[in-house]
């Protein structure tokens, strides 16, 4: 007994013991594509650093060949065979215990080992496509986080860095593909045996193999960079707008960071089971074939910005993450809210008419929406465990993450954020870094005290709502940690707050670091206040002794700060009147009214003004705004449904009035050389209108897609309206009247487009007949949906919410048993309990899952239920207004 409990010792652990240090991994892997299964060797150089017998590093769901495991000293020809080898599958650790210590300095551990390949999406799984046909299987890596001990034996740790060398046996007529260019091949008969040259120095989470029959199209950068897109054969074609947008980036990248980039080829691969939009592998970069492949003719304008946002991300890694690695999980969003922010901005440099960083605020926005839970976690979050790392994943690490970077860049102007960053890159290549060592770097290069505003950020969750109030001639801020359930914490940021009066020429900044600051707005900002209206001197305004007057102020200029503004009623209204009178940029547009709905939904604002405010956006054209404000129409809606039912015609009517102009201006039919944006705007305002049971667009939606059942290739019904059709036709569907759902399935059935796919799932459930919901739902669990698919069709209607939980309690072992061991669970959870807004709800969820629950959904779990009861809250406010019934009909009215 003595024996099993020294290698006890081990469990529990967050990290790995430091005995000893890989430093090359010679891996050997032979797959059989039809059993399932894999087989390998693995030969780690490694260091020994401290008297140790152990042996401690990751393995999981592996059988290791126990008599397999030996030790060879550099210096000494005796081979040490392990006496004892424990796995401890909790941890997926392996410990191997030998006779005596390890001699110091450098050997090399050997080990044997099988596998199965999974149907997981994790580790080295199966994929499954089809060939002429025939249903194939192909083998893909996915490692990131902790999944390489799932493929082979090893220190499983983005610190522990080394370099490898891979080996593998495939069936001669497949492709096989790792992170280098293949060394040298051998065919024997049926196998061939494929060699690859040595990797550069990286972390064990970049390792990818991929195996199985492929397409390719191939373009080269300016430096001889070769550059390929595989797909599935048939597909090649779809793989061009990628690869030309990568080999633009890379030469970006290149010019960017002020280093090349650093190995000798780069492959981009779809990959028909994935579960997360890409992987940047180094060298080998897997996605979705949603988010890599885009068809002329079938995919929508949507879909291009995201292959090409995707693409710019991934290639945003092979420096950010790859060449420059996070020392530990707890600085993933360093990894993650970078790669999200510079793929903004390579993006925006290649398709300058897409306004990328006016959309770039629909990242913020989800990033300020989950950090108004008090259940959120703090940018950076201590790890203890390998099982806790799938959770941090979320908008925090990779939209809150970048929403900051952003807000430090504005703050420390452009070329220097630059330069640090070349400056960071060249310091810590090949090696790791932590959050605080690119703090010191944009120190050095900016004299800021970059640290000390960035920790508020980082260390602390939440973020401040300033309130602004004009007093004499005083404007007084105050910051408060914002919550969405209406309570305040006590958090406190250095806040970079940005001011402009009256027009955008004027703009002031200054770090509120304590609770609250007062300005004279003379000194401040050249404004003297008379009389409750704001005037103005010298601000090229009328030269008589009052000054002119400056008819606004709005905080937080172009929505940079990471932050809600909360406005005393004169300025509200001042810039209600801005907006109607157009003199706001799109990005403020964007940020008023997203900081007023949040304010409603955490009561420190009526629903009455909400909808005020909102009517100010009769005549606005602008994509990201009409996208922000549709989402708060169906949110706004969905709300009201429950808490004053009797005026949801009226607010319907108003939401329909509201979208009818831009609508009515776009038109159904593309215009000739009309803009991406125009095209992305149309599919959305339509689908809106037909949701909220606009008649009109209904009938007309109706009428294309039965010319579309006809021709799939009919111009009335282009990739960028076919949702807005989906939808429209699911809102007439019933048990009695099945004709419409049936045909978008036969859609659904006869398309090989993944895209295609996707926005027919995400359509179907808005039915709101429960019953066909109820069909909807179990169409997602049957072999007809890809598993990696199936969350997107949980967008149910409102109508459908009850038939989703009954769903899900019944098929929850099921569910669990599927999608346990990834992120994607929690979609399941955070889609079907969201939408709840009665505390009676709140309970019955938590008693279901209270035996349920695992690490793995415990944060989501908690920050679903703090959703319901922050929608019950908001139901009980609404029901209080007094005048809203008067104001909500007034604005159903007013043309």
């Known amino acids: 007994m003595e024996q099993t409990h020294q290698c006890e010792q081990f469990k529990g652990q967050p990290r790995l013991p430091k005995f000893l240090l890989p430093k090359r991994y010679d891996i050997k892997l032979k797959p059989d594509l039809i059993a399932c299964k894999f087989s390998g060797t693995v030969h780690i150089s490694v260091d020994v650093v401290a008297d140790t017998k152990f042996i401690v590093l990751n393995a999981a769901e592996l059988a290791i060949h126990s008599n397999s495991v030996r030790f060879l000293a550099q210096y000494g020809s005796k081979v040490l065979e392990a006496l ?17 210590n390890l001699p110091i300095g450098v050997g090399v551990l050997s080990i044997a080992f099988e596998g199965t390949l999974n149907d997981k999406m994790k580790g080295f799984y199966k994929s499954t496509y089809e060939h002429n046909g025939e249903k194939k299987n192909m083998a893909v890596t996915q490692f990131e986080p902790v999944d390489a001990r799932r493929c082979f034996p090893c220190w499983d740790e983005p610190s522990c860095k080394a370099t490898f060398k891979i080996t593998l046996e495939v069936p001669s007529e497949l492709v096989a593909l790792s992170n280098m260019p293949i060394a040298e091949q051998k065919v024997e008969g049926k196998l061939k045996t494929v060699y690859y ?32 897109v595989y797909c599935q054969v048939g597909k090649a074609k779809q793989g061009k707008f990628a690869l030309n947008v990568a080999v633009k980036t890379l030469d970006l990248y290149k010019e960017y960071f002020a280093v090349p980039y650093s190995l000798p ?60 690695t ?32 006016t959309q770039f605020l629909s990242e913020s926005t989800q990033g300020l929406q989950l950090d108004g839970l008090a259940e959120s976690h703090p940018i950076e979050v201590e790890i203890n465990h390998a099982a806790e790392v799938d959770e941090i994943f979320d908008a925090i690490s990779y939209k809150k993450g970048a929403s900051v970077i952003r807000m430090l860049q504005s703050y420390l102007g452009p070329e220097c954020f630059q330069r640090a960053l070349a400056s960071y890159i060249k310091r810590y290549a090949c090696s790791n870094a932590k959050t605080e060592d690119l703090w010191a770097v944009l120190e050095e290069e900016s004299g800021e005290p970059v640290n000390k505003l960035m920790n508020s950020w980082t260390k602390q969750r939440g973020y401040p709502v300033v309130s602004v109030k004009v007093k004499d001639q005083n404007l007084e801020f105050e910051q408060l940690q914002f919550l969405l359930s209406g309570s305040h914490g006590d958090g406190q940021w250095i806040v970079p707050i940005t001011v402009c009066c009256g ?35 010298g601000m090229g305004g009328k030269s008589d002794k009052n000054g002119s007057e400056c008819s606004w102020i709005k905080v937080n200029v172009d929505q940079t700060g990471f932050y809600r503004v909360k406005y005393d009623e004169y300025l509200a209204g001042r810039l209600r ?15 008023i009214l997203d900081d007023s709905y949040a304010l409603s939904m955490a009561c420190q604002q009526s629903l009455a003004s909400l909808l005020t405010l909102m009517g100010a956006y009769r005549e606005e054209l602008d994509y990201t705004v009409l996208s922000n404000l549709i989402s708060v129409s169906s949110k706004v809606a969905r709300i009201a449904a429950d808490a004053v039912p009797e005026l949801l015609d009226y607010i319907k009517q108003f939401f329909i009035s509201l979208f009818q102009y831009p609508a009515e ?32 667009t209904q009938n007309e939606a109706s009428r294309r897609f039965h010319a579309f059942l006809g021709d799939r290739n009919t111009h009335l019904l282009p990739p960028d309206l076919r949702k807005a059709a989906y939808v429209a036709v699911m809102q007439n569907v019933s048990t009695s009247n099945r004709w419409g759902y049936e045909s978008i399935l036969r859609v659904y059935r006869e398309t090989d487009l993944s895209q295609e796919k996707t926005r027919i799932l995400s359509s179907l459930a808005s039915c709101p007949d429960a019953d066909i919901v109820l069909e909807v739902l179990n169409f997602l669990l049957s072999s007809e949906v890809r598993s990696q698919d199936a969350v997107f069709g949980l967008a149910v209607s409102w109508e459908g919410r009850e038939t989703v939980w009954g769903w899900l309690k019944e098929n929850w072992e099921h569910i669990s048993n599927t999608w346990g061991s990834g992120f994607l669970i929690t979609r399941f959870i955070s889609a079907t309990v969201s939408p709840f807004s009665s505390y009676d709800k709140a309970n019955e969820v938590g008693e279901f899952f209270a035996s ?40 159903a009215y007013k043309k």
Not at 89 to 98: L, N
Not at 521 to 527: A, I, T
Request: aromatic content about 12%; charged content about 25%; proline content about 2%.
């Open 84 to 100: 004892e080898v424990q796995l401890f599958g909790d941890d997926g650790i392996m410990v191997a215990e030998f006779a005596y």
């Open 197 to 228: 040259q040595e990797s550069p120095i990286m972390s064990t989470y970049l390792v990818a193999v991929v195996i199985g029959l492929f397409d390719y199209v191939e373009d080269h950068t300016s430096d001889g960079i070769k550059v390929r």
């Open 265 to 324: 080829k780069l492959d981009m691969i779809a990959i028909p089971d994935f579960a997360a939009g890409a992987m940047e592998n180094y060298g080998l970069v897997t996605y979705r074939e949603t988010a890599l492949l885009y068809d002329e003719k079938h995919s929508a304008a949507a879909n291009k910005q995201r292959v090409a946002t995707v693409v710019a991300h991934e290639l945003a890694h092979q420096w950010f993450g790859n060449l420059v």
């Open 326 to 357: 996070m020392e530990w999980w707890t600085h993933l969003w360093l990894n993650e809210g970078f790669a999200t922010w510079v793929s903004y901005l390579a993006t925006d440099s290649l398709f300058p008419e897409w306004k990328i960083w």
């Open 503 to 537: 027009s955008y020429d004027a703009h002031q900044k200054f770090l509120l670091q304590s609770k609250s600051e007062t300005l004279n707005m003379k000194e401040f900002l050249g404004c003297s206040i008379s009389k409750g209206s704001l005037t103005e001197t």
């Open 577 to 591: 009147y801005a907006i109607e009178s157009k003199c706001l940029s799109a990005t403020d547009r964007f940020g």
């Open 665 to 696: 201006k776009l038109g159904w039919d593309p215009k000739q050389g009309e803009n991406h944006l125009d095209a992305m705007l149309r599919g959305e305002l339509l689908t809106a209108l037909a949701e909220f049971g606009h008649d009109a």
């Open 852 to 891: 349920r629950t695992k690490p793995s959904i415990a944060r989501n779990l908690k920050q679903s239920i703090e959703r319901v009861h922050i929608n019950a809250k908001w139901v009980q406010s609404i029901r209080d207004e007094k005048h809203l019934a008067e104001v909500v009909k007034e604005l």
